[in-house]
């Protein structure tokens, strides 16, 4: 048997590079284009805990064209350290001739794949699409919420609460950059009856968020992704199950979503994103929580959109930064 290899080594992007393949419209487009393909194969993810208290993730996914397989790292204590907390990569393959064609940098992968998701959701069901819009923790999370909502959706009010004066003050100097105005707040809780859209992006070490949203809210909220985590307090999620709407991403979150477990709701009856969209019209009145833990299928989503632009050699200024 020949181990020697066929082709050329595939094309590796960094996370700049991994970026550009992934406009935020062409992917909540492709998100949605996910969810209705039959052909979407997605086990579930492997997550084996690592002695220093990080946890290492498998998440394989296919589809009748593409392959990928995502690794990477989640280290808690790199924070403050320089270190990033997520590292790894996403491999993608041509399920036709077994090719490895991309490497992609996992931690941008994930961290727009998720925020495509939110952009995606709010673009169906958000009540009050137009801001303003708070933004409860600004670290990458925080970032890329920050950038597909300014440009998914036209945000053009932001307010941002977080525990680091200096990360939300970056954030800030971000959204005015991207051309909306934006200021810190220092109590989140207070900033909720003025903001009908919220991005909740915390490490979900703690609650980080309890007021009850207004009427017209919608809240994405992406920290916490295991029964052990929330962010939200369970009151905050009982007063949106009781006057409103919860709509989870994938049917994984029915036992990973710790700030609904924790609140004693019945994740299993609430509907999917990909239930909530095929109703195709926005829940008739209330606040609505949409709930996302991840999901490998959102990554295969990037990694079909990356492979598509790569083939076709889309030039880079069609790209958003």
Same mark, same amino acid.
Request: net charge neutral.
């Given at each position: 048997?020949?181990?020697?290899?066929?082709?050329?080594?595939p094309?590796?992007?960094?996370?700049a590079?991994?970026?550009?393949?992934?406009?935020w419209?062409?992917?909540?487009?492709?998100i949605?284009?996910? !969810?209705r393909?039959s052909?979407?194969?997605?086990?579930?993810?492997?997550?084996?805990? =690592?002695?220093?208290?990080?946890s290492l993730?498998v998440?394989?996914a296919t589809?009748s064209r593409?392959a990928m397989?995502?690794?990477i790292?989640?280290?808690?204590?790199?924070?403050?350290?320089g270190?990033p907390?997520?590292?790894g990569d996403? %491999?993608?393959f041509?399920?036709?001739t077994?090719?490895?064609r991309l490497?992609l940098?996992?931690?941008?992968?994930?961290?727009?794949?998720?925020?495509? %998701?939110?952009?995606l959701?709010?673009q169906?069901?958000?009540?009050q699409?137009?801001?303003?819009? !708070?933004?409860?923790g600004?670290?990458?999370?925080?970032?890329?919420?920050l950038e597909?909502?300014?440009?998914?959706?036209?945000?053009?009010d932001?307010? %941002?609460a977080?525990?680091?004066?200096?990360?939300?003050?970056? =954030?800030?100097?971000?959204?005015?950059?991207?051309?909306a105005?934006a200021?810190t707040?220092a109590d989140a809780?207070?900033?909720?009856?003025?903001?009908?859209?919220?991005a909740?992006?915390?490490?979900a070490h703690?609650?980080?968020?309890?007021?009850?949203?207004?009427?017209?809210?919608?809240?994405?909220?992406?920290?916490?992704?295991?029964?052990?985590?929330?962010?939200l307090?369970?009151a905050f999620?009982?007063h949106?199950?009781?006057?409103?709407?919860?709509v989870v991403d994938?049917e994984?979150?029915?036992?990973e979503?710790?700030?609904l477990?924790?609140a004693?709701l019945d994740?299993?009856m609430?509907p999917? !994103?990909?239930?909530?969209?095929?109703?195709?019209?926005?829940?008739?009145?209330?606040p609505?929580l949409f709930?996302?833990?991840?999901?490998?299928?959102?990554?295969?989503?990037a990694?079909r959109?990356a492979?598509?632009?790569?083939t076709e050699g889309?030039?880079?200024?069609?790209?958003t930064?």
């Open positions: 048997m020949s181990f020697t290899s066929l082709s050329p080594a094309g590796t992007l960094d996370a590079a991994t970026a550009a393949c992934l406009p419209d062409a992917l909540a487009t492709e949605a284009a996910l !969810l393909d052909t979407v194969s997605v086990p579930a993810r492997t997550v084996l805990p =690592l002695p220093q208290g990080g993730f998440m394989p589809d593409v397989a995502k690794l790292t989640l280290t808690p204590a790199n924070t403050g350290t270190r907390a997520i590292q996403v %491999v993608v041509d399920v036709t077994g090719e490895r490497v940098d996992g931690p941008t992968i994930t961290a727009r794949r998720t925020a495509a %998701v939110s952009l959701a709010a169906h069901l958000a009540p699409a137009q801001g303003p819009l !708070l933004i409860v600004a670290g990458v999370q925080g970032l890329a919420h597909a909502f300014v440009q998914g959706l036209g945000v053009r932001v307010w %941002v977080s525990r680091s004066a200096a990360s939300a003050e970056a =954030l800030v100097l971000r959204a005015q950059a991207l051309g105005q200021r707040v809780d207070a900033a909720v009856p003025h903001c009908p859209l919220i909740v992006c915390t490490p703690s609650v980080a968020l309890s007021a009850p949203p207004r009427p017209d809210a919608f809240v994405a909220a992406v920290g916490a992704f295991t029964p052990a985590m929330a962010e307090a369970p999620c009982r949106v199950a009781a006057h409103g709407h919860i994938s994984d979150a029915r036992h979503a710790g700030d477990l924790q004693g994740v299993g609430l999917t !994103l990909r239930e909530a969209l095929q109703r195709l019209r926005a829940p008739s009145a209330g609505v709930k996302s833990c991840g999901w490998a299928g959102w990554d295969l989503a990694a959109l492979m598509r632009l790569d889309a030039p880079p200024s069609q790209a930064p």
